[in-house]
């Protein structure tokens, strides 16, 4: 029965055949017109009577034909406009908009077809959308990792440059707050001096539990709580909301004000050295695998700066000379001025020991430059040499100071001695014809045991000595 209607039915028709049938419904009135003036006696036989009645009649009918075609154009036109306005309002950026055409001819398909357009225009859109996200997290893993480069070679260079330990632990501490949005970092070393591992360094917000304990005083023992015991088995911790929290933990997270925490050991020489670690206060945080993999690499560029420290100690330690003057270093002459303190007090013999200071030689060398610097070291380095006997030392014992450990001698006899040296020093360089190039040097005498009993404790008396008396004047002898 459906099918047999939508035979029947003009809707079920194609455009083509719908406007065929348009025309000749509208085109009856002007055919009958034509038909009227070419035969005027057609219409009479047709209806076989001549009234006006019969006339009118077929007009109306005629005009009704008509009409309908018209709507049949019109509803044609209709739709076209319908689709057409619905095309505009989504060109215009609506994409939420619906096309419906419920129609079973050509404007029925292309009601269709556009509609399944914007389908598939609204899932590539939705798509695009996925991908720019995908690509927003790829770049910002991208710069992560770049800035994570950068920083690993400042470090490298901090360390092929010989820095200071304590300057490479603290840029270290300082970058690795940018791994996994942290707010805090931090490195907990081992101290040889007492045995336990403390608070090296923190960057980022103090907890109020570490602000009253002061972070010097903090200290961790290998094995107890959740830092010792991932300490003890060199593991990593990794804490965010994926992890069930213990007590220990909890504890760990009251100590240091935090939720998550990322911490990785350090190890040097196959020894849990330390701990690193970063963190922050995010709710329902999770830490990604190059977030750890980053921070392990941040931890291998700190066991290799210690590693360094501790192999530029012990080269200093069996280095004795001074490479540029060809003099001890400090560390022999302390080490020399302890032995012979110790031989003084079993024989019961004096042991003294002088400092010289170059004076002002810092605004020398910034006249002159560092060729002339090692010139004038290099002089005085000879000077001092060729004053002294074969059981004296002498020591380069800073830029710009000189020691002497002058065994078997007491004071009154080292301040001639010093005193000497200081007057060929002054000799040497009276012939420089620029007054600024005539360098004079000052000098403080102490003696065991009346100014120390150790070689730390007559240094420190030399070394305060010439610091109070500086202001005093130049090219002078003290005691």
Known sequence: MTNLRDKISINSRGLKPKLKVAFALMSIIPLLVCFNYIFPSWLS????????????????????????????????????????????????GNL????????????GDLGKSLAELM???????????????????????INKRVMALSNLLHISNLISKSASLNEILELVVEKIINIGDSNLGFLILYDEANNDYVLKSMHGPRSA???????????????????????????????????????????????????????????????????????????????????LELLNIFAKQTAI???????????????????????????????????????????????????????????????FGSIVEETALKKIASLLNDSVSDIDKVARFAD??????????????????????????????????????????????????IDGATSDELIRKALDILEKNRSKGKNKIWS
């Open 96 to 107: 939420e908009h619906k096309i419906s055409v419920d129609r079973k001819d050509e404007l």
């Open 400 to 449: 710009s100071e000189f020691a002497l450990v002058l065994p078997e001698k007491n004071k009154r006899q080292c301040l001639e001695i010093a005193e000497e040296v200081k007057n060929k020093i002054e000799k040497a360089f009276s012939s420089e014809a620029n007054l600024k190039k005539k360098l004079t040097v000052s000098g403080v005498v102490t003696e065991n045991p």
């Open 45 to 92: 036989g047709l209806f076989l009577v001549k009234t006006k009645i019969s006339l009118t009649l077929l007009v109306v009918f005629s005009m009704g034909f008509a009409t309908l075609g018209f709507i049949i154009a019109k509803e044609m036109i209709d739709h076209i406009i319908r689709i057409s306005s619905d095309a505009r309002i989504i060109a215009n």
């Open 119 to 141: 389908r598939r225009i609204k899932d590539n859109m939705e798509e695009l959308e996925s991908y720019s996200e995908k690509t927003k997290d790829i770049n910002l893993e």
């Open 305 to 367: 700066a210690i590693e360094n420290d501790i192999l530029l100690k012990r080269v200093d330690r069996l280095e004795i000379k001074d490479a540029l003057t060809g003099l001890y270093n400090e560390s022999y002459i302390r080490t020399r001025l302890d032995d012979e303190i110790k031989r003084a007090i079993n024989f019961q013999r004096p042991c003294a020991f002088i400092l010289f200071d170059i004076d002002d030689f810092k605004s020398y060398v910034q006249q």
């Open 209 to 291: 539990v570490l602000t009253s304990m002061g972070l010097d005083r903090f200290r961790l023992k290998l094995g107890e709580g959740a830092l010792g015991k991932i300490l003890q088995a060199r593991e990593t911790l990794v804490l965010d909301s994926r992890q069930a929290i213990s007590k220990e933990v909890e504890d760990f997270q009251a100590t240091f004000s935090i939720i998550n925490a990322l911490i990785v050991p350090v190890v040097v020489h196959d020894k849990a050295y330390g701990l690193l670690g970063v963190g922050n206060e995010e709710a329902n945080f999770v830490y990604s695998k190059s977030d």
